[in-house]
């Protein structure tokens, strides 16, 4: 059996789903022997996302309980563990979103297998008699600066797949069979006493086909919304920002690009008022066009650049906006 | 009460990887402490100081990797840390094998609370923390930006996928740090001084009888061609509109 986590926020089946669909089938392709494509959904009031979860996969299994309502690690974890031992699966696919990458490392230990993190290739070959695989997978290190190729043989293969990295599958038409499952679920520990939304109406940061973040350069948060919200406005992009920013407390940590915020890959990123540093590059250094705006002509993010423009971007956005509007 | 504070040596930050026969050459740069374990370094002493005479606080410091690994092991002993243990390898450990490492000396130890990057900067990963958690049945609270300790409880804040959590959790437990959880001091002089006469156990690898699973084929630089097209803004206007055209025509990437 091949496990995938489904993930789901509010009754919605995630991206992430799809795109772990794609490399469950994938794998499926390169060693069938693996078996079926067995989506595991969690969660409270999750009928809707199961629902979506039986066109991308050949069984799914719901465990639709209040103890689930909020995502926990410990609960997560010891619920995928169960199933994946349960079902005898060889590779178990989990989002490399920050709680999948919180859980998946429980769910290795508990099922004694190798952990390969926000992978963005995979390969399977059979190996030996026992059926067991070779995985190869690739991932990025030093701050995604380098690709690493790494292999595993093992019974049972834990893995987190980078957003972005696989595209996604098109559902089918005829649904899956679903299964409701029983688990056995610890006690939470890590109490949630209070929680601070800060999803925007915006487009997703991470779904988004462009990107345009600020940085210290444009000066105040009033300067954050009129240039780079502007600026975002124009373009119907995502609005993301550096650690700078962030601290400032003129934006959101849900926005922040970096090593320690999100990464993203999006066709265009316009980086404004941006300096570069590395740990903002490694959020950002795999966007297929890049923008940058800065005074500074030495600035490290125009060694990353396709087009950009030394200038004050207090005068060039709203030139750029003004001829956006033309 | 005994807190472990895990140190890895990696790459400067400032620095360029380099990349030779398939594996990353650190040979000559720079080698620093982990950020990241900076802030864990860094909060062990807070919670210390923010609780002089209730129970005594001793904070460890323990590294797993080569003998240079002793270099980050002085300075988190030079910002405070009361002793040190290194275990020694060459071998290069994924975070699950790790993890086993981390979790064995945390049980030698009896210690209560375990501060772990909540990235490391060499390998990018964000198992440690959490791996070394399930092996010790502890829980753990990731991507820390704000702790307390009230009594056998910590109190905090911590960064999720959309926002951030202020959560409460009963020792023993793992916290792994986030940017922002404080500003780690600089060691002084005299404390440079007194780190030198504080205790590093040294203990070999073997000893843990880990053996990593993964195994890496090799490493390589990707560098994307970059077009480096880069404009005077003196003139906002006319820099502004060779942009946009470029971007439209040149790149494809706006309508
Ligand atoms: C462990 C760790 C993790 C980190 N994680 C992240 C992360 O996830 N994301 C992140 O972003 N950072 C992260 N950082 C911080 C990072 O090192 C930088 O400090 C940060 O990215 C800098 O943000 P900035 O570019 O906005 O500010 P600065 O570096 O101050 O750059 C501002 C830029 O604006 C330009 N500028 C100023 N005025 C103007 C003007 N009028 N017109 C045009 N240009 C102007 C300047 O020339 C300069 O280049 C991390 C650091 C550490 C140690
Ligand atoms: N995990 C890490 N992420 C980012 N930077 C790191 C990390 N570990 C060490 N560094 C270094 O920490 C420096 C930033 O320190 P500071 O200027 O004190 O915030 C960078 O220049 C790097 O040399």
């Known amino acids: ?104 490392p429980r769910v290795a230990v508990k099922l004694d297998a190798p952990l390969l993190e926000d992978v963005i290739r995979l390969q399977y070959e059979k190996a030996g008699e026992a059926g067991d695989g070779t995985l190869r997978a690739e991932h ?117 690009v970096g090593q320690t915020g999100k990464t993203v890959q999006p066709k265009l990123y316009i980086a404004v008022g941006i300096s570069g540093a590395v740990q903002h590059l490694s959020g950002m250094n795999k966007s297929k066009c890049i923008v940058a705006l800065n005074k500074d002509a030495d600035a490290p993010i125009f060694k990353i650049t396709d087009y950009g423009i030394v200038g004050d971007v207090k005068e060039i956005v709203p030139a750029m906006i003004a001829e956006l509007r033309k | 009460m005994r807190i472990i504070t895990v140190i890895r040596q990696v790459l400067d930050a400032e620095e360029s990887v380099r990349v030779r026969g398939g594996v990353v050459d650190l040979e000559g740069s720079k080698l620093v402490m982990d950020t990241m374990d900076e802030y864990g370094v860094e909060e062990a002493l807070c919670l210390r100081e923010a609780a002089p005479g209730e129970t005594p606080v001793e904070i460890v410091a323990l590294a797993v990797g080569p003998e240079r690994a002793e270099e980050s092991i002085r300075t988190a002993l030079a910002m405070g840390a009361d002793r040190g243990v290194h275990v020694v390898t060459e071998v290069t450990l994924d975070a ?47 991507w820390t930006s704000q702790l307390e300790r009230k009594g056998p409880m910590l109190v905090g804040k911590h960064e999720v996928d959309e926002g951030s959590e202020t959560f409460e959790v009963e020792l023993p437990a793992v916290v792994t740090t986030q940017q922002g959880l404080n500003e780690p001091r600089y060691p002084t002089l005299p404390n440079i001084m007194k780190s030198k006469k504080k205790e590093i156990r040294k203990q070999p690898l073997e000893a843990f009888g880990v053996t990593p699973k993964l195994k890496v084929l090799g490493a390589e630089i990707q560098v994307k061609e970059r077009r480096r097209k880069i404009l005077d803004g003196k003139d906002a206007a006319a820099a502004a509109e060779q942009l946009v055209k470029m971007l439209r025509e040149e790149a494809g990437v706006i309508a």
């Open chain 1, 1 to 104: 059996m091949i496990l995938m986590v489904a993930e789901q926020m509010s009754g919605v089946l995630s991206k992430s789903a799809y795109e772990l669909a794609q490399a469950a089938r994938q794998l499926q392709s390169e060693l069938p022997e693996a078996g079926e494509v067995t989506a595991l959904v969690l969660g409270s009031g999750v009928a809707a996302a199961a629902s979506a979860a039986a066109l991308i996969a050949d069984q799914v299994l719901v465990a639709d309980l209040p103890a689930l309502a909020q995502y926990d690690a410990e609960i997560w974890s010891s619920a995928v563990a169960q199933i994946a031992g349960e079902g005898e699966a060889q590779v178990v696919l989990i989002a490399g979103s920050r709680s999948g990458r919180e859980y998946s």
């Open chain 2, 96 to 142: 699950i094998a790790l993890s086993a490492v981390v979790a064995q000396v945390a049980r030698d130890e009896s210690a209560e609370l375990i501060f772990c990057g909540g990235q490391q900067a060499d390998w990018d990963s964000q198992a440690l923390g959490a791996a070394t958690a399930e092996r010790l049945q502890w829980p753990q609270a990731t």
């Open chain 1, 140 to 256: 990025y290190t030093f701050l995604s600066r380098v690709t690493e190729r790494i292999e595993t043989q093992a019974k049972v293969v834990v893995l987190t797949v980078k957003p972005g990295s696989f595209g996604t599958v098109a559902p089918g038409n005829t649904p899956a069979e679903q299964f409701d499952v029983d688990l056995e679920l610890p006690q939470r520990r890590l109490k949630v006493t209070g929680s601070i939304k800060e999803k925007t109406g915006r487009i997703a940061l991470t779904e988004a086909d462009v990107v345009v973040s600020g940085g210290r350069g444009v000066g105040t948060q009033e300067g954050f919304a009129q240039l780079v919200e502007g600026l975002a406005d124009q373009l119907g992009a995502a609005v993301g920002a550096t650690r700078a920013v962030v601290d400032a407390g003129w934006r959101p940590y849900s926005e922040q």
